[in-house]
């Protein structure tokens, strides 16, 4: 894991930055800044999980690269460990004041500079799974409603801005009451995971997500997907539930476990509440008109 870390360096002395690089080559990727500039041009592009930065350097020193590192929403989390050649315990307070996560004082030695960036890296490490976990579902390992809200609002005003299509669909297992009823809820969580799955394979761009909307019901969100091509998965999804054949005795629908699917594809002028409602009242409809169907309100 440590090697799919990315470490910059910045530093305007040619001969630090070197020593440090081939110090942390063989445990991270390392990345090279020769002033304030670099430093904060490279962060940007590359957001590194950790920073070395020198405090010394000419014409941007490290307090100012720290302050615009954190006016950037890009990098404003990225941990900054100060590397100096002032040692004076005050000047260790000031940089951490300033947002330091750590201060390595110059010459530094090789083992301190590798416990400190093994034991930030760590840190992070241990900060994205917590924010993964924050945005998990724990039975299904979906994303959650409160990360599903999130992704339906960026993605929304992504399509509003470019003009590019989206698609969402809600999806619910029919009549999983029953099946619970009949089989027990472990089985139905077993069954629950099992159509969380398939759904999350069917997911095929980048930023397709399916999450948990609650109970048995389950969200889409497809950018730049229209309508037919969104309906196009949502059916090739159920026909794979379908080959599943995960038995449902006491199904009014059919003996296997099925779902029903309601969706809306993005209209010009329309709100997000506009096209989830949308998306809602067709998830009704399939169930009104015999459940195990998917039924879609194309866009404009």
Known sequence: MNSLQKVLVADDDAINREVLAELLKPEYTVLLAKDGAQALERAARHVPDLILLDVMMPDMDGFEVLRRLRDDPRTA?????????????????????????????????????????????????????????????????????????????????????????????????????????????????????????????GMRGPSDLAARYGGEELVLVLPDTDAGQAQALMADMRAGLDRMAIEHVASPVAPVLTVSVGGATLCPGEDPAELFAAADAHLYRAKQAGRNRVMWRAGA
């Open 77 to 201: 989390d990225v941990a900054v460990i100060f590397v100096s050649g002032m040692g004076r315990p005050e000047d260790e307070a000031n940089g951490l004041k300033a947002g330091a996560s750590d201060y390595i004082a110059k010459p530094f030695n090789a083992t301190v500079v590798m416990a400190r960036v093994a034991l930030h890296l760590q840190m992070v490490r241990q900060r994205r799974m917590l924010e993964r976990l924050a945005h998990v579902d724990g039975l299904t390992e979906l994303a959650n409603r409160r990360r599903f809200d999130e992704v339906f609002e960026q993605e929304y005003q992504r399509a509003r801005r470019q003009g590019t299509p989206l698609s969402l669909a809600l999806l619910d297992i029919d009549s999983f009451k029953q099946y619970n009823d009949h089989y027990g809820h472990p089985a139905g969580d077993r069954a629950l995971r099992a159509v969380a799955r398939l759904t999350a394979a």
